[in-house]
């Protein structure tokens, strides 16, 4: 492995992973867990199937991001770099916040409460943040960023980094992560993460759960901070890279004898509360599902031969636009596509490619269009085109 290789894997492995994202909200559409709209066809039927990314599909991406904000801040200074990670993150969840996701939060308290004021109505109480919108002691909380949680995360991560870049640049520190690099081989790679995982999972969980809602979300903190640490440890460390890449299919054998465990867990106690101590058990699984799959990404990004090329650059520009607006196209057109009476087999296919095509055409305006492209997470144009990860 070169020092200087570019990792063109991890480009494509970042498209795949936020690809997925368009599937798993288009399936969460159609699964009885709660979300913001829901087709007149929902139920259980395809639930196993999303619980096949459910542990490790978020993680990964903020793993991955941690990659990229490695190369991304030896790349600038402090001020430079503070500067790049608010405008490419703070401006396009201000702007979804108020333009992007009220849709999604007006069909859900039509579908949920039976609003049915103007959408004018809504989005006036949505601004001055409403508090009457509840059901059974629950209330929707507005102005909210749904699904662009993730990108208030990532920017909180990426500023706690850079206040601890004098820290993470001093000699001990990264003698200690080279010592820490070189031991972790073999099963230790697979184990010892994945305990410090099934710990978060056995002790925070429990506790605070998970809410999107950043301030009290302490378990979720904890799992993908840390996680976007070990990616910006990662990115640079030839002796970690040369250690996953020999797992990758210990771990996808681990991984989906994990998945099928938690997949027959949740159809045996689908109506029924399971054994304290089989829950425990299960909480232990899915630590050790998620990071097998993260090693089994990683390693495969890193060997399979996957092209550079216009493919490349145009998908991982498109990528954050995308993830924009997928959301609120699979809500707002759903609620209405559900009402036409169509078969399941008619309508998910109908929705999953009216999705991608409002994503694509909306991609497409905005990146020809200067004034458009911060609000969706884009470069100026003058250096719009994307570079791949580097590692060094």
């Known amino acids: 492995m070169q020092t200087n290789e570019r990792i063109y894997g991890l480009d494509w492995l970042r498209i795949v992973v936020f690809g997925l994202l368009i599937f798993y909200h288009t399936g969460m559409f159609y699964v009885s867990w709660d979300w913001h709209a829901k087709s007149v066809h929902a139920g259980p039927a395809i639930e196993p199937l999303m619980m096949l ?3 490790w599909r978020l993680g990964l991406l903020f793993l991955i991001s941690g990659v990229a904000t490695r190369f991304m801040r030896d790349k600038m200074s402090e001020r430079r770099f503070f500067a790049e990670r608010s405008s490419r993150l703070l401006i396009p969840l201000l702007f979804c916040v108020f333009v992007i996701v009220p849709p999604q939060s007006y069909i859900e308290i039509v579908e949920k409460l039976g609003y049915s004021g103007s959408y004018w109505d809504f989005y006036q ?10 059901q059974d002691g629950d209330c929707l909380i507005v102005p909210t960023w749904n699904h662009l949680w993730f990108v208030a995360y990532l920017w909180a991560y990426s500023i706690i980094i850079a206040a601890l870049s004098p820290l993470l640049s001093m000699g001990w520190v990264h003698a200690l992560g080279y010592g820490i690099a070189s031991r972790l081989k073999g099963a230790w790679l697979i184990l010892v993460p994945a305990a410090f995982l099934a710990v978060l999972r056995l002790t925070l969980f429990p506790l605070f759960g998970q809410t999107h809602a950043f301030i009290d979300d302490f378990y979720l903190h904890a799992l993908y901070f840390s996680l976007f640490l070990f990616g910006y440890g990662l990115a640079k460390s030839q002796t970690l890279w040369s250690a996953i890449i020999p797992l990758r299919y210990v771990a996808l054998v681990i991984g989906l004898a994990c998945y099928a465990a938690i997949a027959s867990y949740a159809s045996t106690y689908a109506d ?5 101590a089989l ?17 089994c990404a990683l390693g495969f990004a890193r060997t399979l031969p996957l092209p550079d090329g216009r493919a490349r650059a145009y998908l991982t520009d498109a990528v954050f636009p995308y993830y924009i607006m997928h959301q609120t196209v ?5 609620h209405t596509l559900t009402k036409w009476g169509l078969p399941v087999s ?3 296919p109908l ?8 994503c ?19 470069r100026r144009m003058a250096r719009a085109r994307a570079p791949a990860l580097q590692a060094s």
């Open 351 to 358: 929705l999953l490619g009216v999705t991608i095509g409002a």
């Open 272 to 276: 029924s509360t399971p054994p304290e």
């Open 346 to 348: 008619l309508e998910a």
């Open 125 to 134: 109480n949505y601004v001055t943040g409403y508090g009457g919108w509840c």
């Open 330 to 334: 699979i809500v707002v057109f759903g």
């Open 279 to 295: 829950r425990l058990a299960m909480r232990v699984v899915w630590a050790l599902d998620s990071w097998c799959w993260m090693l």
């Open 360 to 378: 694509l055409i909306t991609y497409e305006i905005v990146r020809r269009v200067a004034i458009l492209r911060p609000l969706f997470g884009l």
């Open 53 to 55: 990314t459910s542990p």
